[in-house]
């Protein structure tokens, strides 16, 4: 342990004694460990730029030896599927692989096939549209691979998974990597789960015994956050944990130990509620895990550690591990874990430029003179303007005035999506993305009448709808995500996106009925979800209890969050904690008449303005409309400046 220390000290000493700029962590060994050391990927081959998803399936395909640098964002509509040899992979600065799909089929970004060996990822962003349990595909995903290192790279939001391994894939090593999900996990999938940020399957099945004697994987300086588990779920391999930095949902089941499972799990940081192993096996079967050296912030140290010892790692370079207690700061840090890489365009990683700054960070971003938070390491931004807003200036300044930035040319219609790029004095270009929207619109779901296109869909849809009487149907079969009927989305109710509901538990009450016409949940834990709210909308519900009795509901991301319903129809208005989704639940039955969404404006600046400069000042409404004066309640105040800008602040009158 000591000579590690005094190699990493040395590292250390040797750049503060040069001029040149370190872009690694001092215990980064930028080279593939443990099960993956034998890894060399496309080293001496040529070098490819590819820029859309065909130029990266031909480059992946190609017989030669590559080194294929992947630019700006590349959107993946569907699982790109290769048998990749020899390869290395790197990520430019900014850039990422996407796929917006959340379906079964459309999801998933790349999928090593059968026979693909000697293969390198490097400092590569995937993104997904969000956990849902429907047996889609993952960000990643190796089937009957070998030698393979994942490196730097950060894996966000995948559908089914973030990065799997199956089928007796073999001797690979993931180190530096980010695994997290920053969208909220959709419920009502075919498969169960209402949370299914579910990062890292490795072996597909109980009955995959194939997978015995392989599955051999290092994991090193990683991190997962707010997963719900599988960080990894292990079955048949041998797993080494070494390093790794766990923040997962809390609550969550965090190693799950799966048939014949063999892990040593060695000097890793576990923070935060949860379990930090658990058995996950089937069957009778067994499971090993040995554990030293780690730290348990705020949960316990599992008991339970298998049938016996795990295996002892014996690699033919050892690794030595650093102390638990430095594990966070490690991970987390610049040049942590993620992609946190300056990569060079045909010049590969670079780890020091002697004498000249590789910095491409900003150190500001604004739009309309709205101040974006900007930070080291990440390069996709996003702004909410009020509704009808016109984009007047976008100013980007790059944290080291050696560095320049790209001419920014204005969207003239929003939504919009700007590129640019900052250049550092070495020349290294890192491309920044940033999303410019209004804030969303009022929106009403008015059930307290149906079209008649809608009855007459529910009644000519007897498979689905069953006719309770002349002014009331029921759903005849489990339903979730969008209602329709005779194969047509029922428009008042387009938009939402509803729980998993069994039979007779939806009812479109019309008509005659003692209510009037409205939309019944008939039964506890019953889930409406309304998407891409805004913090401070507000949502009014107008509903009823379903019997004489008062019946309660909860609210999750606004508040009030829980409360009981009177008898009588009543409307009850909540406002919106953070921007995302917003799921009204049930403990019992209710009659809804109506939802309402008004948008609150957020996204505007509430920077404070220098009275002294002010010229003219406007008012409008949380909707967007003109007020002579201000109305009770938020309003959006708009300041003319002295110096032809203007500036908005959302204020309580």
């Known amino acids: ?34 099960f993956g050391e034998k890894v060399t990927g496309g080293e001496g081959g040529r070098n490819i730029t590819v820029t859309t998803r065909s130029e990266l399936s031909n480059a992946l395909k190609t017989t030669d030896k590559a080194i294929i640098y992947i630019k700006g964002a590349i959107e993946v509509n569907s699982m790109l599927k290769v048998v990749a040899k020899n390869k290395t992979i790197l990520g430019l600065p900014g850039s990422y692989l996407y796929n917006n799909n959340r379906t079964q089929s459309g999801s998933g970004i790349l999928y090593l096939s059968q026979g693909s060996n000697n293969v390198i990822i490097r400092n590569v962003t995937f993104k997904s549209a969000g956990a849902y349990d429907v047996d889609g595909n993952d960000n990643l995903c190796i089937d009957k691979a070998t030698y393979i290192w994942v490196d730097h790279c950060d894996f966000q939001d995948g559908v089914d998974g973030n990065f799997d391994c199956k089928n007796a894939s073999d001797n690979i090593a993931v180190t530096w990597c980010r695994f997290r999900y920053l969208i909220d996990p959709m419920a009502g999938g075919s498969g169960g ?11 597909s099945s109980d009955d995959a ?76 079967a067994a499971f090993k895990v040995t554990e030293t050296g780690s730290i348990f912030n705020n949960c316990s140290r599992p008991s339970d550690t298998g049938t016996g010892t795990a295996f002892t790692p014996n690699y033919a370079t050892a ?37 000249k700054s590789t910095d491409t960070s900003l150190s500001s971003l604004s739009v309309n003179n709205i101040n974006i938070p900007v930070s080291k390491g990440v390069y996709s931004y996003s702004v909410i303007l009020e509704e009808s807003a016109t984009v007047s200036s976008i100013i980007a300044t790059a944290n080291d005035n050696k560095a320049s930035v790209s001419n920014i040319t204005l969207p003239t219609a929003l939504p919009a999506t700007v590129t640019f790029t900052v250049t550092a004095e070495n020349g290294a270009i890192a491309t920044y993305t940033l999303l410019i929207k209004e804030s969303s619109k009022s929106a009403i779901w008015d059930f307290s009448s149906w079209s008649d296109a809608t009855l007459t869909n529910l009644a000519s849809d007897a498979s689905n709808w069953n006719t309770i009487s002349e002014t009331r149907y029921s759903n005849e079969i489990t339903m979730s995500g969008t209602l329709s009927a005779n194969s047509t989305t029922i428009y008042e109710t387009e938009g ?33 979800t309304i998407p891409e709210c805004n913090a401070n909308d507000e949502i009014t519900i107008d509903f009823s209890s379903t019997n004489t009795e008062e019946r309660g509901w909860t609210v999750d991301n606004a508040s009030p969050a ?18 995302g989704s917003v799921t009204f639940s049930t403990t019992s039955g209710l009659l809804i008449f109506s939802i309402e969404r008004h948008s609150s404006g957020t996204g505007i600046s509430t920077a404070e303005t220098d009275n002294s400069e002010i010229i003219k000042t406007e008012y409008y409404s949380i909707s967007g409309i003109k007020l002579q004066v201000p109305q009770k309640g938020f309003n959006i105040v708009r300041y003319f400046m002295k110096d032809g800008t203007t500036k908005s602040k959302k204020i309580l009158f």
Not at 562 to 579: E, M, P, S
């Open 209 to 284: 015994t194939g997978d015995r004697n392989h599955l051999n994987t290092t994991f090193q300086f990683c991190m997962w956050e707010s997963c719900a588990g599988r960080m990894p779920r292990v079955r048949f391999g041998k797993v080494h944990l070494i390093n790794c930095y766990y923040k997962p949902k809390s609550g969550a089941n965090t190693v799950q130990c799966g048939n014949e499972s063999s892990l040593y799990i060695e000097n890793c940081m576990f923070d935060g509620k949860q379990n930090p192993w658990y058995d996950y096996t089937a069957k009778g």
């Open 319 to 355: 690794i030595s591990a650093i102390p638990a207690s430095n594990v966070k700061d490690a991970v987390t840090g610049d040049y942590g874990a993620g992609a946190t890489l300056i990569v060079k365009e045909n010049e590969g990683v670079i780890t020091t430029v002697d004498g």
């Open 562 to 579: 829980t409360g009981a319903l009177i008898t009588t129809r009543d409307k009850q208005t909540f406002t919106v904690t953070t921007n």
């Open 496 to 528: 939402l996106i509803f729980g998993s509901y069994a039979k007779d538990k939806i009812r479109i009450n019309h008509a005659e009925t003692s209510n009037g016409s409205n939309l019944q949940l008939n039964g506890g834990k019953l889930t409406i």
């Open 193 to 203: 789960s209402n949370d299914h940020r579910f990062s890292n399957l490795w072996g």
């Open 1 to 34: 342990m000591k000579n590690i220390y005094t190699y990493f000290l040395g590292i250390i000493l040797s750049l503060i004694g040069s001029q040149a700029y370190a872009q690694l962590s001092p215990y980064d060994l930028n080279k593939p460990v443990g």
